[in-house]
């Protein structure tokens, strides 16, 4: 159980373009979801919060007119990169919790590498 | 900034136990410990979680010493599949913080 998927796996867009990224929670109900972003060999960097209903609470240093997050139900985030150039190249990882079980146990999903030319 | 610090690298012999240490010395009451590992291009995979007690599962044993300022992380039998990049988080929220984490390489 716990599964989070991410779609899509990889993506190539032209520079000035927009790229949306999927996060579902497959088999529970997830109350939190989280976006990450990760350069090459470096960890990961919470991008912003999101809880289901509400607006996503943005970490210091990341533009939310750049990085629209919708976390419209319960078992679905978005993620869209507007008007995307070559420095927003990068692993996007997605995370979902839920207050099912008590805890604050995140689940990753598989993540999805966009590249900018 | 990451509230846990770990030795960036580690070598460990394949068979052999792998103990991977972490630092959360300004760890707070409710906080668990959180291990996740990375092999690379793939989303991290949680492995384990405690609060006070030392903990095991399936995958690895958790210890964590009284004053809770620091864990360990045991791989009882490393094997080749186990390389990785292993990240410590200490959280009481639902936020996570990741530091730079320890790369482990398991050697045949």
């Known amino acids: 159980g716990a599964v989070v998927s991410q779609h899509p796996s990889w993506v190539i867009c032209k520079s000035g373009t927009s790229v949306k990224i999927e996060c579902r929670s497959l088999?529970?109900?997830?109350?939190?979801m989280f976006w990450y972003r990760q350069f090459p060999k470096q960890s990961l960097m919470l991008m912003a919060t999101s809880n289901e209903g509400s607006k996503a609470t943005y970490e210091q240093g990341v533009e939310k007119d750049k990085f629209l997050i919708n976390h419209a139900s319960l078992t679905l985030s978005t993620l869209t990169v507007t008007s995307a150039h070559p420095e927003d190249s990068s692993f996007y990882i997605c995370s979902a919790s839920t207050a099912e079980r008590g805890t604050t146990e995140q689940f990753f999903g598989p993540g999805t590498r966009l590249t900018v030319l | 900034d990451a509230k846990t610090t770990q030795p960036p690298s580690m070598d460990c012999a394949e068979g052999r136990a792998a103990n991977l240490p972490c630092n959360h010395s300004t760890i707070s009451g409710n906080e668990y410990v959180y291990w996740y590992r990375q092999i690379h291009s793939q989303g991290p995979q949680y492995i384990i979680h405690?609060?006070?007690n030392n903990e095991t599962n399936e995958m690895a044993s958790l210890i964590i010493t009284e004053d809770r300022k620091s864990s360990t992380l045991i791989l009882p039998h490393a094997t080749l599949r186990d390389t990785a990049v292993y990240y410590c988080?200490?959280?009481?929220?639902?936020?996570?913080?990741f530091g730079t984490g320890t790369r482990l390489k398991v050697l045949a």
């Open positions: 988080i200490n959280s009481g929220t639902y936020k996570y913080i």
């Open positions: 405690g609060l006070k």
């Open positions: 088999d529970f109900q997830a109350t939190t």
